[in-house]
T-cell receptor, first 113, second 109 residues
């Protein structure tokens, strides 16, 4: 079955460490997105990529980095520069171009202590 | 003021009740999405619409572009419908999605 896989589901890190969240899709989608979800707030866009080897900052990109070396993969690195990294992170993909439905992964809950 | 407002924030219903969740937005849009987030965190896309009405099973979504308002209806609600329902709008053909804060629905047996 086609879909988006995020791993791991839960991730714990010490403050000051970089951590990479995985996102893989086999839907042959061009566009991929990373969102952050905090209690009581709507999803906020961190980074997005419309095509391989290209990506753009979203609304809250500071302290994060991404790469898009393959169409299927869009890993997110939470760096030590991110002031408040504890959150629920969601990866999504879509066909790109004209508005199209989003497909989401099951999310990764990151806790930094 | 948020660009996407949902109401109510929380909703408790008895099994079998007809449910309505509302979404109002303040920007011009090319599409509106309704999403369902399960307690485990995964999100499923329910509808994407830019005009009129769509129906899938017991779920119905409507949009009024002039009034900048959309509703999600659930007929004959069931405890398995318990989830957070999220409205999101896309501003323009290449605009990014703007998300509402969600409506938490709990359906009691």
């Amino acid at each position: 079955d086609g879909g988006i896989t995020q791993s791991p589901k839960y991730l714990f890190r010490k403050e000051g460490q970089n951590v990479t969240l995985s996102c893989e899709q086999n839907l042959n989608h061009d566009a991929m997105y990373w969102y952050r979800q905090d209690p009581g707030q709507g999803l906020r866009l961190i980074y997005y990529s419309q095509i391989v080897n290209d990506f753009q900052k979203g609304d809250i990109a500071e302290g994060y980095s991404v790469s898009r070396e393959k169409k299927e993969s869009f890993p997110l690195t939470v760096t030590s520069a991110q002031k408040n990294p504890t959150a629920f992170y969601l990866c999504a993909s879509s066909m790109g171009g004209a508005p199209s439905p989003l497909h989401f992964g099951n999310g990764t809950r990151l806790t930094v202590t | 003021k948020n660009e996407v407002e949902q109401s109510p924030q929380n909703l408790t219903a008895q099994e079998g009740e007809f449910i309505t969740i509302n979404c109002s937005y303040s920007v011009g849009i090319s599409a509106l999405h309704w999403l369902q987030q399960h307690p485990g965190g995964g999100i499923v896309s329910l509808f994407m619409l830019s005009s009129g009405k769509k129906k899938h099973g017991r779920l119905i979504a409507t949009i009024n572009i002039q009034e900048k308002h959309s509703s999600l209806h659930i007929t004959a609600s069931h405890p398995r419908d318990s989830a957070v329902y999220i409205c999101a709008v896309r501003g323009g053909s290449q605009g990014n999605l703007i998300f509402g804060k969600g409506t938490k629905l709990s359906v009691k047996p």
